[in-house]
């Protein structure tokens, strides 16, 4: 079983290897230093290698490489990710020098199809294990492996440009993908405001606002009532009720008062808790 190890920072430090203190090390089962892995990382971490990029030289930075140097949270993602691929080959005794693009599918992403791991965990692993591969044959480590891509039709809101894609990817059900149906929500927000909860009326106001409003959920906790501009309305319009016998009278009703009126509940204002 294969796992990495973080370096001392301070050890680093002291013998000026300090730009190498973030990157992992990966280690094979035989607690031996898995250097070609090992290197990988190290390339990636200093930006001598361009993930997605088959035709990027290895040990050829660029200034346009040291730009993407990914982040300390990004370069221990890819050593889990390479550590978990390592592994797989040692467990099942695949030999990854000689692995093609067809056989990273059918011995390492169709396994883990198997497995019921979501989409975005398969796809991560998955493009890491041909990175690597890649980076491999680009550093004679191995022997040639051949990428299969398709070109699709990019997000136009980002670029009107064509983009790459590896074939053979997971894609997410498209269940999962579909918005609720506007009963679902009603639903959900009664269910907000009749539960048992001393916060379930100030819940589905939250929540009811962020739907009408759009409003960032960090925007919502951050929400008063002195942050609304007051709407004069008059006060038999929107009498909002704050217990079961008392009714709040505000001739200067804002905003919210109103959104609390309109959305349906059964028990109670929805301001009782404020």
Known sequence: MAFIIMPCKLRATTIGTQDLARIPVLYDRNYQCHAPASQYLMDIGRGRWIR???????????????KRIPSDGSIVTYGRQIEHFITHCERRRINWRELD????????????????????????????????????ANAEERGPFEVVVEVVASDPRKSAAPRRRLVGGV???????????????EEWLTYLQTRDSHTANVDALMCWTLLRTALRAEEILRLRVSCLQPVKRDC??????????????????????SWAFAMPHSRGGIFQSL
């Open 52 to 66: 997605g990029n088959e035709n990027c030289e290895a040990h050829a930075p660029s200034a346009y490489a040291r």
């Open 101 to 136: 693009y067809q056989g990273v599918l059918d011995r390492y992403v169709n396994p883990m199809v198997c497995g019921r791991l979501a989409p975005s965990t398969i796809n991560g692993r998955f493009h890491t294990a041909v990175d690597f591969l890649t980076w491999a």
């Open 171 to 185: 894609r997410p059900d498209p269940g999962d993908l579909s918005l609720p149906e506007r009963s679902a929500i």
């Open 236 to 257: 038999q319009e929107f009498r909002v009720r704050a217990g079961c016998d008392q009714v709040s009278e505000n001739r200067s009703s804002n905003r919210m008062a």
